[in-house]
Each structure stands twice: as C-alpha cells, then as structure tokens.
C-alpha cells in the first residue's frame, strides 16, 4: 500500500495578492515584516496560502452598523446630557 504525499497549499507572492486585490504592497510588506499577519517566507520571498489570504481579508473588513439611526441620536443626547449633570454648579 502506497500513501499518496499530502497535498501542498498554493502559494500566492505577496506581490501578486497586493495586485489582485488592489492593495499597497509597501503596506503588505511592512505588515508582513511586523508579524502582523501569518505568511510564510522563505528566503526574501513572502507568500500567503489560500486561507492566510481569506484571513487576511477577513481581519480588514469592516462591519456595518447595527444600531439604527434613531438609537444613535438617543445614545448622543444621553451623552451630552449626562456631561451636563456632570458640571458643578455655579
């Protein structure tokens, strides 16, 4: 019986994920060197595997508001109002 060799991640440059999604490659690169984001480098060369690149792209996205316009303002005037009681009184 012969085991098949594990099957390799492809390997995406970070210059071609910078490209691809239109993103600042001198950014990537100084992330990358910050250890900000998992990658693997080997040599000067950095690569990202499919999944280092979803995670990549998941860890920038930002997430819409969940409050409604209306809960925003009742938050604000709390806000302010609680400032106002704050104040000694003169």
Not at 24 to 50: E, P
Not at 52 to 69: D, E, I, N
């Amino acid at each position: 019986m012969t085991h098949a060799p594990p099957a390799l991640p492809r390997l995406h440059l970070l210059e071609e994920v910078a490209q691809q999604y239109r993103l600042s490659l001198i950014g990537l690169q100084r992330r990358a060197r910050a250890k900000s984001f998992t990658h693997i480098k080997i040599g000067k060369k950095r690569y990202l595997t499919d999944e280092q690149v979803l995670s990549l792209l998941q860890g920038a996205t930002v997430k819409s508001a969940t409050t409604s316009r209306r809960e925003q303002d009742l938050a604000a005037t709390a806000e302010r109002r609680g400032r106002r009681h704050r104040r000694p009184a003169a």
